[in-house]
Every structure is written in structure tokens, then in C-alpha cells.
């Protein structure tokens, strides 16, 4: 979903855009090039000569989609040699490609990663946020494939951005809603439908294409991880009324926030990197 968004937006603000995936998918801009992430020579081949490159490709894990227990709070994760292979690959993929950019000499890379590094959207036990709003600064406690792939890759870029020349940018994404997304109201009438772990946040796909390409285009020093989202729940519900009913063990660290603000904090994407979504879901 983003990478589509993220090829027409590069193309619209004057960047020449090649789109690797294995197979052609259809692209408003850019250039398709057929290559498999985990043919690190052939990976390097296509870098040469790029001056940045954006990493989103991943195989999806099921349960993030239909995993959720309602009972125990918890997680299901029945698939437990699938997810061993779907994890080698994705962080295989995201080696690969910091390998083959170091290599090929590419020195600005975006990473995507994901809130499900805080260990809260798919925990095997029942877990609490330590503080809200959520920033990059809040443990990350991941149990889960998915999450731990998210923060091994977070890991990978700190040692490869130490080198001192690469600047590297992980964009931690909540879920993506689709244009066609903009109507939720199954989610309204149950907010615990997902757990707890969302925080009933979310990010337009095109908004995620936009900020790919302002961390792109920035200018900083090393490895930076930032918080992407709306600044408003999807819920008609405000959200200190929300955590009343479901978290009012957490403790809130901001004061004078907006009725329905959202559960993790994105100032620091606003601050260095200009972001603001957007595309908002309306309640």
C-alpha cells in the first residue's frame, strides 16, 4: 500500500524513482527492476548508482490480522513454523538491504518499522504501556515475530549507521488505512476489538508515503526512529474517557492534549523531519 503512494510521491516532488519488488505491481511513477531481497548481488547491482533507498518490503505474519483473543487478552499464534520462516526472511531482507546499500555506496535509507515494537499490539501475555502518549523513548518489549523483526532491524541500522557516513531513518507505522478505509464503525462499537495495543491510532497510506520521503530528503546525523500517525483517534469516543474504561492504570505524561489524541506521540517526526498527516479518518 505505501509503496505505491511513495513512488508517485517521490515522482510529483522531482526524484527519479526505481520500484524493486519480485513481482511488477502497477505504479503511477518510476521505473520497475525485478529482484529478489535475498539475492544480496543481484540487490546490490540494482543500488549502484542510487543516492537513497526506502526498505518497506516484508512478508505478512496472519495473526497480526486475526489473531486477537478477547477472553485472555492475548494473542493467538498457532503458526508457529511459519512464523520462524517469515521471520528469518523479513530480517534477512532488511540485512540485505542495509548490506547491499553500504556496498553500493548509498548513504540515506528509510526503514519501515512498526509500533508493534513496543511489545503491546501482539503480546502473549497481558502488557501495559509504561506511560501515554507513547514516544520513541518507551521501552520496546516485543515477544512476537513480527515485533522482534521490527526491532532486530531498528538494532541492525544503529550498528550500520555508526559507521558515520549513513543516515538512517525507521519509521514506526501503525495500521495503514486505505482511501476505501475511511468508514469504520465496527471498530467504534468495539474498541477492544484489536486489543489494546493500537491505541486506536492509525496512518493514511499516503501520509506513510509522505513521510518516507521527508525522511529521505532530511538531513540528520546516524539512526533516527520516529513515531508515525494521525494526531486523532478513529473513535467518536474521547480518548481520556477511553482510557478511563480500559487503561486507567497508565499514567499520562502530557497535559492539555486534544479530546481525542492519539495514543503514541509523533512531535519528534513533526519536529525533525516536518511531518503532519493529513489524510484523517473521520469518526
Known amino acids: 500500500m505505501i509503496g505505491r503512494h511513495l513512488a508517485a510521491e517521490l515522482d510529483v516532488h ?10 511488477a505491481v502497477p505504479s503511477s511513477a518510476g521505473r520497475f527492476v ?24 516484508r512478508i505478512p505474519f496472519p495473526y497480526t490480522s486475526d489473531g486477537y483473543d478477547a477472553i485472555t487478552r492475548t494473542w493467538r499464534k498457532p503458526d508457529h513454523n511459519g512464523d520462524a520462516g517469515r521471520f528469518n526472511l523479513n530480517l534477512a531482507m532488511t540485512y540485505n538491504t542495509l548490506t547491499a546499500a ?19 499490539y501482539y503480546p502473549s501475555r497481558p502488557l501495559l504501556p509504561e506511560y501515554l502518549p507513547i514516544d520513541e523513548l518507551h521501552p520496546r518489549k516485543p515477544g512476537d515475530p513480527y515485533g522482534l523483526t521490527k526491532l532486530l532491524g531498528e538494532q541492525l541500522a544503529d ?63 546516524g539512526h533516527e526512529a520516529f ?41 519528534k517526526a513533526q519536529r525533525m523531519l516536518g511531518f503532519e498527516a493529513r489524510y484523517l479518518l473521520l469518526p
Open 102 to 120: 553500504d556496498a553500493a555506496g548509498v548513504r540515506k535509507i528509510v526503514i519501515g518499522s512498526s509500533f508493534a515494537v513496543y511489545g503491546l
Open 227 to 267: 513515531n508515525i500517525c494521525a494526531p486523532k483517534t478513529f473513535m467518536k469516543t474521547p480518548t481520556d474517557e477511553l482510557l478511563r474504561r480500559y487503561l486507567a492504570e497508565v499514567p499520562c505524561s502530557m497535559k492539555g492534549l486534544d479530546d481525542h489524541w492519539a495514543g503514541y506521540d509523533s512531535s
Open 159 to 221: 550498528a550500520y549507521a555508526s559507521n558515520g557516513r549513513t543516515q538512517i531513518a525507521s519509521l514506526r507505522f501503525p495500521g495503514v488505512s486505505r482511501e476505501s478505509q475511511h468508514s469504520i464503525p465496527e471498530r467504534q462499537k468495539n474498541p477492544m476489538a484489536r486489543g489494546i495495543g493500537g491505541l486506536w491510532t492509525y496512518i493514511d497510506a499516503r501520509d506513510a508515503a509522505t513521510a518516507c520521503r521527508l525522511a529521505m530528503e532530511a538531513d540528520f546525523v
Open 14 to 23: 522531482g526524484h527519479s524513482v526505481v520500484c524493486v519488488d519480485r513481482v
Open 34 to 57: 525485478k529482484a529478489d531481497l535475498n539475492d544480496i548481488e543481484q540487490l546490490e547491482r540494482v543500488l549502484r548508482g542510487a543516492d537513497a533507498v526506502v526498505h518497506l518490503a
